[in-house]
């Protein structure tokens, strides 16, 4: 069996210096392609529940839809890491659920790692990623903007804006310091001032990667939908490398005026009683 890029690959590749990428997936189709494109991790995002769910958030996605994702993806992946994603309130209740949340990621999912999301000073997630480390759990922090917490912060803010000596720019290199403690093996960083981003990236000695984040991080993340252009929006910290929107109704809609005009099926696509033999494909 292929080997998929572990944690030590990826500490090999940031102390050479390479920037690291990660993008998400959802399922097996993009996760193949992702792959194939040569990415460093694939993240099986909470991101599912809005961007592949049709939820305005990512609250309520569930430990089965996610696992569901997470084994799409596994099953597809060949080279990059596999990162299964949190959700909201699989962790954080209690330490046994937490355990169990995460370790059902890697027993039943297939996933290399997992990726927590911690509030400023979340201590509470932090002696629980502690012990994930401690029991072999691969773990990636995500601090900055923690959609989790949406309502919480009150929207998609810019977290330590104007406030480059804030308590607020403190309390995030804190938490990134408390996080590498526990043991993470990267952090995200999700829309922070580049000021911000480049403080934590020099307060750590483990690879930060960024998203609205700027360019003084160790890697970029982005959403797939995003940067495919498939149903998502144009955001800021996203750039849009395609547009799947319009490649996909341009197609549905050949496809419905062949059909309308008796151009599909041809006879290229029609099948011959055969006498015997395998079906044709
Ligand atoms: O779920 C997700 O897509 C994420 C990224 C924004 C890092 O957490």
Redesign the pocket.
């Known amino acids: 069996m292929q080997e998929r890029t572990s944690v030590s690959d990826i500490w090999t590749r940031y102390e050479d210096g390479e920037t690291l990428t990660?993008l998400?997936a959802y399922d097996a189709p993009i996760a193949a392609q992702v792959d194939a494109g040569g990415v460093d991790m694939i993240?099986v995002?909470?991101?599912?529940a809005d961007?592949h769910l049709g939820h305005d958030d990512?609250l309520p996605l569930t430990m089965e839809e996610a696992l569901s994702n997470t084994a799409a993806v596994d099953r597809a992946v060949d080279d990059a890491m596999v990162v299964g994603?949190m959700p909201f309130l699989s962790y954080g209740a209690s330490m046994e659920e937490s355990v169990e949340n995460a370790g059902r990621f890697m027993k039943e999912a297939g996933a290399d790692a997992v990726?927590l999301?911690t509030a400023p000073h979340g201590e509470t997630t932090i002696e629980i990623i502690d012990r994930l480390t401690e029991l072999g759990i691969p773990t990636m922090g995500?601090i900055g903007f923690t959609?989790q917490r949406m309502h919480q912060i009150g929207g998609p803010y810019i977290q330590g804006r104007g406030q480059t000596t804030s308590a607020a720019a403190d309390e995030l290199v804190e938490t990134a310091e408390r996080l590498e403690e526990a043991g993470v093996f990267t952090i995200?960083l999700?829309t922070v001032t580049e000021e911000v981003g480049r403080r934590v990236t020099e307060a750590v000695d483990v690879p930060t990667?960024g998203?609205g984040a700027g360019r003084y991080v160790d890697g970029q993340?982005?959403?797939i939908t995003d940067m495919l252009g498939l149903g998502g929006e144009a955001f800021k910290l996203s750039k849009q490398y395609a547009d799947l929107d319009s490649e996909i109704e341009s197609a549905v809609e050949s496809y419905v005026d062949e059909v309308k005009g008796g151009e599909f099926p041809a006879e290229e696509n029609t099948y011959d009683p055969l006498p015997e033999g395998p079906d044709e494909d």
């Open positions: 990660m998400t993240l995002g909470d991101s599912a961007n990512t994603d990726k999301e995500h959609p995200v999700e990667i998203i993340v982005l959403v």
